[in-house]
């Protein structure tokens, strides 16, 4: 994975040091990231950061959305975005 310099904000190295000590790249290139969450629990990767790292998350000026926080996962991956997957509970 590349080295990325002090040029980033410390929601964007929070974020990275978090997906590499709580993610694993995946075999098979059709896998992607959680992105919703069940009916009876939290898949979201994110879900979990924004509880365990408020302040980096959605909080503040330098707090990281859910789109870039996934966005960060995708490249460190070298994953394609590019379908949406419906929510469980989509109608």
Excluded: W
């Amino acid at each position: 994975m590349p080295q990325h310099g002090k040029s980033e904000g410390r929601a964007v190295q929070v974020a990275r040091a978090f997906f590499q000590a709580c993610t694993k790249l995946s075999d098979d290139n059709e896998d992607i990231l959680p992105q919703e969450d069940a009916v009876d629990y939290k898949l979201s990767v994110f879900h979990l950061f924004a509880e365990l790292f408020p302040e980096f998350a959605n909080t503040g000026k330098n707090g990281l959305m859910r789109l870039q926080f996934n966005k960060l996962g995708y490249e460190m991956y070298e994953k394609e975005q590019s379908r949406r997957v419906p929510a469980v509970r989509a109608k």
